[in-house]
């Protein structure tokens, strides 16, 4: 609960922005370069004279588009692959688990890396990357569910009356895996943050002019920035922790009130 | 054990090759020539001679065969040229690297599980006082926490404002080498890296050693007049560390993830920082050979995490 206290305003805020902030994200102003906290920029603005305010909202959209969008393919592929691999036999399994062990071996930032090598930089490419490395995890998890499901006499009993597999994927096997799905979605999102900020602050993300949390603390790999100018990567920083601490909060309340016992690592 | 051991074995060195062949694929995917990786780009080329050395480096072959021929030159050590750095070899660009990197996961590694085995042990202890709850607290903003935030933060803190550590790079340029010196390169890079494994560590030996310590054993001890320092070093530690074991194996890949950023905030002239500059200028073969080496050192923690464990626990082999 304490979670969605700060995740809602958040994301109002980073909706809404437009309405009520006089200032574009975009909008040069060379008369205030790298200017402190005032009354008309809240957070002061930066190296060529933008208002911080406006491109962390609008930084925080993209950030969160990103994060959500991924999390939706990652869901969906996740448990499209996890389910047929848990109810289409023993072929489908194997081969479809090998490839997602594969899929794990590589550290994920460097997975990353070069998937981001390949596909280029932007919003799009950004989202497919991060998409593509989440899914294993989840299909996993809804595989192992899937094959305890499989056992279970009502299952038993509705393939014995017939039911092909498309039936059995969204009648049983949905409804018993949404405790899982809702948990890893969110979780997911909290985790696209990451990945987006960590991918665009080694450029290869969300590349500038485009804000993004990320390359926002990208400037700060700048040594001039980094010790002069604290609150242009300060700002960003601290809303991504809230951002993304908020989210597990939120993630970890779903888990306890879904089943105290469940074991989501 | 001898043939759990032996079919761990081949199961890794299937992964190895499962992995190169994804790593062809992906290198396929790239956009650009592949005849660029065989090329030293300070040598110019006319489009004949490029016809002429691309049949004779079999690249107008169909794909599998292809794949073969570069598994046996990988095997032989021939990783092609890199792009940029003027047509270097790779796999000695990349060999050079890999020490750097290693000083500085090792190190960070061995800070996050002291301290993190020390304060989960101390939270489980301590379990929901003050010291248990601030700890926890702190554990999970540094599981939030991003590496490249921390670090960022850190190398703000100790080494612009307060000036306690070098800002950057391993050994002082033109200065001659000493241990002193690296050292002190070294502690603020490594101790930024392990927050994040520290937290992790925390979290599992905290729960880990709590499920321990409501065990009959326990009690027993307890009731046979025991220590209450003993009986959680020499009792319920060591049962509750075996998870944590696992968990140290299973997360190097993250170790190495939150290295990349450490070592290119740091300028750490390690294979994350190299990784990152051939990513930005789409240097594949120092990438791909980069990627395949790392994933060879996962298959290989993760080998030999196995085997320590079922040293450790002889259930295991049953299962």
Not at chain 1, 75 to 86: M, Q
Request: glycine residues 10%; hydrophobic residues 55%.
């Amino acid at each position: 609960m304490a979670g969605l206290a700060i995740l809602v305003p958040i994301l109002l805020a980073t909706v809404t922005y437009e309405l009520w902030w006089p200032y574009n994200p975009n909008d040069i102003d060379l008369l205030a370069i790298n200017k402190g906290p005032s009354p008309e920029h809240w957070m002061g603005s930066d190296g060529v004279g933008r208002d911080v305010m406006a491109r962390l909202l609008q930084g925080g959209r993209t950030s969160l588009l990103v994060a959500s969008v991924s999390m939706a393919i990652s869901t969906i592929v996740g448990f499209s692959v996890g389910a047929v691999a848990g109810f289409a036999g023993r072929l489908v399994d194997g081969t479809a688990m090998r490839l997602v062990d594969l899929a794990m071996t590589l550290p994920p930032v460097i997975f990353l890396l070069v998937l981001a090598s390949i596909a280029g930089t932007g919003v799009g490419p950004t989202i497919l990357v991060i998409s593509l490395l989440s899914w294993p995890v989840l299909s996993r998890m809804v595989r192992s569910r899937l094959l305890e499901l499989r056992e279970r006499d009502f299952v038993v009993a509705s393939r014995g009356m017939g039911a092909g597999l498309w039936h059995l994927l969204f009648r049983h096997g949905l409804p018993n895996t949404i405790d899982i799905l809702v948990v890893y979605a969110t979780l997911q999102v909290a985790g696209g943050i990451l990945l987006e900020a960590g991918l665009s602050f080694l450029g290869s993300g969300v590349t500038p002019p485009e804000a993004s949390w990320g390359n926002m603390l990208n400037s700060a790999r700048s040594v001039l920035v980094l010790e002069n100018y604290p609150r242009q990567w300060m700002f960003p920083g601290a809303v991504l922790v809230i951002t993304v601490l908020a989210i597990n909060f939120v993630g970890d309340g779903l888990r306890d009130a879904f089943d105290p016992r469940a074991e989501l690592n | 054990m001898l043939q759990y051991t032996l079919r761990r074995t081949a199961v890794g060195l299937l992964m190895l090759l499962a992995l190169t062949v994804l790593i062809f694929i992906m290198l396929r995917l790239a956009p650009g020539d592949p005849i660029d990786a065989y090329i030293n780009p300070s040598v110019p080329m006319s489009a004949s001679d490029l016809d002429v050395l691309r049949a004779r480096l079999g690249l107008d072959q169909p794909l599998p065969v292809q794949y073969f021929a570069r598994l046996g030159a990988a095997l032989r050590g021939d990783f092609g040229y890199s792009i940029q750095r003027g047509g270097d070899p790779v796999l000695p660009l990349v060999l050079s690297r890999i020490g750097p990197t290693i000083l500085l996961m090792v190190s960070g590694l061995v800070i996050a599980i002291v301290l993190g085995i020390a304060t989960g042990i101390i939270s489980a202890v301590r379990r929901n006082q003050p010291t248990d709850i601030s700890l926890s607290i702190m554990a999970f903003v540094g599981i939030s926490s991003p590496a490249f935030l921390t670090a960022l933060l850190g190398l703000y803190i100790f080494a612009v404002t307060l000036r306690w550590a070098p800002a950057g790079g391993m050994l002082t340029p033109g200065a001659p080498f000493s241990f002193a010196d690296l050292l002190a390169h070294l502690v603020l890079p490594a101790s930024l890296l392990s927050i994040g494994h520290a937290a992790l560590i925390m979290r599992y030996m905290r729960s880990s050693l709590l499920e321990v310590l409501s065990q009959d054993y326990v009690r027993t001890a307890r009731a046979k007049g025991v220590r209450e320092f003993w009986v959680i070093v020499k009792h319920a530690l060591r049962n509750a560390l075996l998870p944590v074991i696992t968990l140290i194996g299973s997360t190097i890949g993250i170790a190495i993830g939150g290295a990349i950023f450490i070592e290119s905030i740091f300028d750490w002239p390690g294979m994350g920082l190299l990784m990152i500059n051939a990513v930005s200028r789409r240097d594949y073969p120092v990438i791909m050979c980069a990627t395949l080496l790392t994933g060879a050192c996962v298959i290989l923690v993760n080998l030999l995490t196995d085997m320590a464990y079922a040293a450790v626990d002889p259930r295991i082999k049953v299962a």
